[in-house]
């Protein structure tokens, strides 16, 4: 895959169905020295629609970092 093709799902897919509050941190946590460890855009809502899929009501994640993936 391409940088170009990457950013064009991006901008079309991804960034439009991301919630006002999840793209702020997103943002905030980009800015961060540490910033390596965060959950991509589009893996976080990936993680999303699995959870959905298999109809978990609870999650645990450990080791969350700025919160963006949870």
Do not use: C
Not at 11 to 30: C, F, G, I, N
Not at 32 to 49: K, V
């Amino acid at each position: 895959k391409s940088d170009d093709l990457y950013q064009y799902i991006l901008d079309t897919s991804v960034y439009p169905r991301e919630p006002e509050s999840m793209k702020e941190l997103r943002e905030v946590t980009a800015k961060h020295p540490w910033n390596l460890m965060t959950t991509s855009a589009d893996e976080g809502q990936f993680l999303n629609m699995l959870i959905k899929l298999i109809g978990a009501k609870k999650t645990m994640e450990i080791g969350v970092y700025t919160g963006y993936s949870l």
